[in-house]
């Protein structure tokens, strides 16, 4: 089975910090997903990675920024955390662009004061 | 603009009941059709998939739905609740080539003893 790992449940960070969140899939997948999951908006794509060291913007990037330095990890990165940005995070893997069905993490519940 | 509806937010139904969610779509070509659950807690778990031929699909825990091009909809169903089925579900759309999609706002069901 497909394994995506996210290394926080549970995230209490400060107005202006700098926030990390990794994830980590185990099946070798190209394609590597961070979605921001909002009550009554769904999941929103925030950066998506199809290669190590390849990242395009999806629908929301302002505010983030991703690192792929490895096939296996894919991070997401808020230079400087502010309120607006307390949400629940996904992160999702797929084989690659021939293959559509994406691997969810269990999400991490990010909380900005 | 693609964009994904899901006319209803909560639904409440009774353990043995019926069911079936509501997912509409809006798309400038044929996409690729998903529904997704999500457990409280829990990451998203893919449910069943349409990309082409019969428009009846047959997921995993019993789920079905039927991709219906005239009404622009992919409607979940299931003949008999579990409690157990008590979830968020997404439906979400997708293109034939490319990586973005775009996910519905999500229907809450609960289950009633």
């Known amino acids: 089975d497909v394994k995506v790992t996210q290394s926080s449940r549970y995230l209490v960070k400060r107005t202006g910090e700098k926030v990390f969140l990794e994830c980590v899939q185990d099946m070798d997948h190209e394609n590597m997903f961070w979605y921001r999951q909002d009550p009554g908006l769904g999941l929103r794509l925030i950066y998506f990675?199809?290669?190590?060291?390849?990242?395009e913007k999806g629908d929301i990037p302002e505010g983030y920024s991703v690192s792929r330095e490895k096939k296996e990890r894919f991070s997401l990165i808020l230079e400087s955390a502010s309120t607006n940005q307390t949400s629940m995070y996904l992160c999702a893997s797929r084989a690659g662009s021939s293959s559509y069905e994406q691997y969810f993490g269990p999400g991490t519940r990010l909380t900005v004061t | 603009a693609q964009s994904v509806t899901q006319p209803d937010i909560h639904i409440t139904v009774s353990e043995g009941a019926s069911l079936e969610l509501r997912c509409n779509y809006s798309?400038?070509?044929?996409?690729?059709l998903f529904w997704y659950v999500q457990s409280p807690g829990q990451g998203l778990q893919l449910l069943l998939k349409y990309f082409s031929g019969d428009t009846l699909v047959q997921g995993i825990k019993g789920f079905e739905a039927e991709f219906k091009r005239s009404q622009s909809s992919f409607n979940l169903r299931k003949p008999s609740v579990h409690w157990s089925d008590a979830a968020e579900y997404f439906c979400?759309?997708?293109?034939?080539?490319?990586?973005?999609?775009?996910f519905g706002p999500g229907t809450r069901l609960s289950v009633l003893p």
């Open positions: 798309y400038g070509a044929t996409p690729y």
């Open positions: 979400a759309v997708g293109p034939r080539w490319g990586q973005n999609f775009v």
């Open positions: 990675s199809y290669d190590v060291k390849m990242k």
